[in-house]
């Protein structure tokens, strides 16, 4: 689920330097290096460092039953050649274990808002490379995963993930220094089956 700005699809490539203005088209050479991606994503996560309190509502499709949901979470900047970036290329097969440049730490505790029924408690680990984010596991899956990633500005990451025939499609959205909001569609056989929206408010 990507954002627009003006009805322009905008992805890292379209940044100048310095600039934070959408190009409405490439020219024949990148506007920007690879490494933009890099530099948005990891500014993207430095802002995201701390403690949040994510209070989410999600709603299954087609019936609309609502699930309303509290969760703590704790994000950590990881940096490159860290131990946990090492073990999460492995984890993906990748022989380069410093191809990763940056990542996040993300753990949570979460909560049914309405009876404070314990719901789930964990965490993951997020690699850079590229527009390419590995992860060591998924929203409904164990295993190892990865996701594409766009910005339609400097503080609205898109992400897009598929696996066992479902597509989640993300959407975060940092409000000043503390206040975030996120929205998720998942899909199957090209039918949306819930929508999360979360509106988070750091702690810390």
Same mark, same amino acid.
């Given at each position: ?20 203005? &959408?190009?409405?088209? #490439?020219?024949? +050479?990148?506007?920007? $290096? ?16 701390? +403690?949040?309190?994510? +209070? ?19 994000? $950590? ?17 990748? +022989?380069?274990?410093?191809? *990763? ?14 009876? @404070?029924?314990?719901?789930?408690? /964990? ?9 390419? *984010? ?7 899956? &164990?295993? &190892? ?18 696996? $066992? /025939? ?7 959205? #940092?409000? @000043? ?14 039918? $949306?089956?819930?929508? /999360? ?8």
């Amino acid at each position: 689920m990507t954002s627009s700005v003006q009805n322009l699809t905008v992805n890292p490539r379209l940044y100048h330097q310095g600039v934070n203005h &959408p190009v409405e088209k #490439l020219t024949e +050479e990148p506007v920007v $290096q690879l490494g933009d991606y890099d530099r948005l994503i990891s500014d993207f996560f430095t802002r995201s460092t701390g +403690e949040w309190r994510s +209070e989410r509502r999600y709603f299954t499709l087609p019936d609309g039953k609502v699930q309303e949901v509290e969760s703590l979470l704790k994000i $950590q900047v990881l940096t490159q050649g860290c131990a946990e970036l090492r073990e999460l290329a492995r984890l993906h097969n990748i +022989e380069d274990e410093m191809l *990763m440049t940056c990542g996040a730490f993300v753990s949570w505790d979460s909560k049914n808002s309405i009876v @404070g029924k314990p719901m789930s408690a /964990g965490s993951t680990i997020f690699g850079i490379q590229g527009a390419v *984010m590995y992860r060591d596991r998924g929203f409904a899956t &164990p295993k &190892p995963i990865t996701a594409t990633f766009s910005f339609s500005n400097p503080e609205t990451l898109a992400l897009r993930t598929e696996y $066992q /025939g479902s597509v989640f499609e993300e959407e975060v959205k #940092l409000i @000043g220094d503390k206040y975030r909001t996120r929205q998720t569609i998942i899909s199957r056989a090209g039918e $949306q089956q819930m929508i /999360g929206q979360y509106i988070e408010k750091r702690i810390v």
